[in-house]
Nanobody, 127 residues
Framework: DVQLVESGGGAVQAGESLRLSCTAP????????MGWYRQAPGKDCLLIGSIKSTYSAVPSAKGRFTISQDKGKNTVDLQMEKLEPEDTAVYYC????????????????????????WGQGTQVTVS
């Protein structure tokens, strides 16, 4: 089975930074779109961004969050700066053969969904 694995979540103070990393052990996602979603308690699961699109369903991420890919390490990272309590959520890495906005969508009632490939999620708590 193709599997994505996230790492780097945790608890931080407001204003601090955090870097999440997504790997695909034993698999390659050459040509795939890969990105990050998040779901806060009681809220929709929203697309933060992906490597093949500038679209984000999280306006507050603009200028603070950066998605980057390291093909050599087969990872996709989410660098988050100036974190706010409102960023508290479970963060998911996802991948799709086509743009994530097409394969999965940009706003879901819950994630993960039965489309594309997903990691298990990692908790980020900002206080």
């Amino acid at each position: 089975d193709v599997q994505l694995v996230e790492s780097g979540g945790g608890a931080v103070q407001a204003g601090e930074s955090l870097r999440l990393s997504c790997t695909a052990p034993g698999s390659t996602f050459d040509g795939f779109d890969m990105g990050w979603y998040r779901q806060a308690p009681g809220k929709d699961c929203l697309l933060i961004g992906s490597i093949k699109s500038t679209y984000s369903a999280v306006p507050s991420a603009k200028g603070r969050f950066t998605i980057s890919q390291d093909k050599g390490k087969n990872t996709v990272d989410l660098q988050m700066e100036k974190l706010e309590p409102e960023d508290t959520a479970v963060y998911y890495c996802a991948a799709g053969k086509y743009p994530l906005t097409v394969v999965i969508g940009h706003a879901l009632s819950n994630c993960p969904v039965n489309a594309g490939y997903w990691g298990q999620g990692t908790q980020v708590t900002v206080s």
